[in-house]
């Protein structure tokens, strides 16, 4: 099931897209017309605490309204809607593992190195087709990396990597845009990949279950339609068990919790000369069974 989180009429919602139809079930207002599930969630992050026992409620919610008379009434034409995160804000900061591919690590100067975590702000998340300033009088380097989310479900602390896939709800994109020169002047990074809207996810989550080995995705990112980045979730050097596993040994993973797998190579700063973002460009992240992530740079 692919899920987004959207604004309607200055009401914040979320729901499954519509199968075959650009547009996107209002599951609130089945609800509330049909009486299907008590205590529904008010977020999507609220929802997958829940799990898998979540969508099949929405699934339930779903095939009531398509028996409707009036199934349009239920459901909105993604023209007509504004796009969020499908997370609009992670219960803490949003996770990335840092030089999780070979060959990112190796064009950035180095070579892949135990494990790296560091953290955007959760203020930094933005949806799809959002538009990002270019924070011209705060950086020069402005740079893309399109990468892999994991959104976490149930969550846990101190959880076995052959337990790690209980905890995770879905997928969805991630561009972890960073200001380079901010990352190299700081010594850290959590300043650098922190400027407001530097971390669009979307367009959707996809449900685990329609994903059936995440390290086997094709992930690209283009920059006005010139492919800088075309790498494999394969490549990965940290697998998600992996990833999962080592993070809540230290920290209790928490429904809606966001965690960036990672960028292949080819971003901004490893070409020669250097590719970095520039007003007027747009961005597209695509990977398959998801989707693609659009940002446009203001």
Same mark, same amino acid.
Do not use: M
């Given at each position: 099931m692919k899920l987004l989180s959207y604004r309607y009429q200055q009401q914040e919602k979320f729901g499954p897209k519509v199968k075959k139809?650009?547009?996107?079930? %209002?599951?609130?207002?089945?609800?509330?017309?049909? +009486?299907?599930?008590? %205590?529904?969630?008010? &977020?999507?992050?609220?929802g997958a605490a829940k799990g898998m026992d979540f969508v099949e409620q929405l699934r339930k919610l779903v095939k009531q309204a398509e028996g409707h008379p009036e199934a349009d009434t239920f459901k909105y034409a993604f023209s007509d809607i504004?796009?969020? &995160?499908p997370i609009p804000r992670t219960p803490k900061n949003v996770f990335a593992i840092g030089k999780n591919y070979a060959d990112h690590a190796k064009e950035m100067g180095g070579e892949a190195i135990d494990f790296v975590v560091f953290t955007k702000s959760p203020t930094a998340i933005v949806g799809d087709e959002a538009t990002v300033s270019a924070h011209s009088q705060t950086t020069e380097q402005l740079d893309y990396e399109g990468e892999l989310a994991v959104v976490i479900g149930k969550g846990g602390k101190n959880i076995p990597e052959r337990m790690a896939f209980d905890a995770v709800f879905g997928y969805t994109i991630g561009n972890d845009i960073?200001?380079? %020169?901010? *990352?190299?002047?700081? +010594? *850290?990074y959590f300043l650098g990949k &922190?400027?407001?809207? &530097?971390?669009?996810?979307?367009?959707?989550?996809?449900?685990?279950?329609?994903?059936?080995?995440?390290?086997e995705l094709t992930v690209v990112t283009k920059v006005n339609d010139?492919?800088?980045q075309n790498g494999k979730t394969s490549d990965m050097v940290y697998s998600i068990e992996q990833i999962i596993s080592k993070l809540s040994a230290v920290v209790e993973l928490e429904p809606g919790d966001v965690i960036l797998t990672g960028t292949p190579a080819g971003v901004g700063k490893g070409f020669t000369p250097p590719k970095f973002l520039a007003s007027g460009d747009t961005v597209k992240v695509s990977i398959e069974g998801i989707g693609t992530l659009v940002t446009h740079i203001d």
């Open positions: 139809e650009e547009a996107v079930w %209002d599951v609130q207002k089945i609800n509330d017309t049909f +009486q299907v599930v008590s %205590d529904f969630p008010t &977020s999507l992050a609220q504004e796009w969020l &995160s960073t200001a380079r %020169d901010l *990352q190299k002047n700081h +010594q *850290q &922190s400027l407001e809207g &530097s971390c669009p996810l979307g367009p959707y989550v996809v449900t685990k279950d329609e994903l059936a080995n995440p390290h010139e492919i800088r």
